[in-house]
């Protein structure tokens, strides 16, 4: 929080993900709404693409270093780069430097880079302070600990703190709140069958807390649960963390309709 104790407002680099760019803007337009709330001046680089884990996770290794390159180069001027994804942060700050071992210059680019690359909620948990707004409407939520974020990034209570500044949520905590969705990226495409009995068992697990609303931190594990969820026919909502802490309830959750009021 040095940059916020000088009293000068610290730059961010927003790395708004392709799945929220193309699939979830509004997690993009919450993000940069809470990091402004926290005294920062945000920019959205338009040069950022994907940051290579799908394919470094298919071992294309030579498209990933392409990527790579072009994420630092956006970003390395920056304060800090923030995403509002556990899995794109934890690429950038634990995989970048091991990618570019053998290349002096570009490793020393990435371990900088690495250095002030933040989750959002970690970001906003351990960076800088924030008031969350006040939602509308009152929920019961249960929370679903990402993969990358809690094993790579260490986030767990983060997320929680948080969500205990805003007033009308009550949180309920379910037994496997840490397993695995099942998404995993191209995990889900390579082993359908897997992946489904892995959300199943995860959605079991989010029923019987009795919250009706299912909040994270990763919108590819969201995604995948809201999927699911539809496919079975029940009624629980999903939100990014973001969206809730904004106050921006007013917006369908996850693969939900906006009702026309007649």
């Known amino acids: 929080m040095s940059d916020i104790v000088k009293n000068k ?54 498209d ?11 970003f390395e001027g920056y304060d800090y780069l923030v995403a509002p994804s556990g899995s794109c942060a934890g690429m950038i700050k634990e995989h970048y430097p091991k990618i570019f071992k053998a290349e002096k210059k570009w490793k020393n680019r990435a371990e900088a ?25 009152r929920i019961t939520a249960t929370y679903h600990d990402a993969c990358s974020g809690l094993r790579e990034l260490k986030i767990k209570q983060q997320p929680r703190e948080l969500l ?25 495409v390579k082993y359908g069958d897997i992946s489904t009995g892995m959300v199943d068992e995860k959605i079991a697990d989010l029923e019987a807390t009795g919250a009706e609303t299912v909040l994270g931190g990763d919108l590819g594990c969201l995604l995948n649960i809201a999927g699911r969820l539809k496919r079975v026919g029940s009624s629980m909502e999903v939100r990014h963390i973001a969206e809730v802490l904004v106050g921006s309830l007013d917006v369908p959750a996850i693969l939900k309709t906006r009702k026309i009021k007649k």
């Open 113 to 137: 880079l690495a250095i002030k690359t933040f989750e959002l909620t970690q970001f906003l948990s351990e960076e800088v302070s924030i008031n969350a707004s006040t939602p509308e409407t």
């Open 9 to 62: 407002a610290p730059v961010v680099g927003l790395f708004v993900t392709c799945l929220v760019d193309t699939l979830r803007p509004e997690v993009g337009f919450a993000s940069a709404l809470l990091l402004q709330r926290a005294g920062c001046r945000v920019e959205v680089p338009l040069s950022q693409t994907c940051c290579g884990q799908p394919a470094y996770n298919a071992g294309a290794r030579a």
């Open 64 to 74: 990933t270093k392409a990527i790579a390159k072009n994420v630092i180069t956006s």
């Open 164 to 188: 205990l500044k805003v007033s009308g949520i009550s949180l309920k905590e379910g037994k496997e709140a840490e397993r695995c969705c099942g998404f995993g990226g191209l995990f889900c």
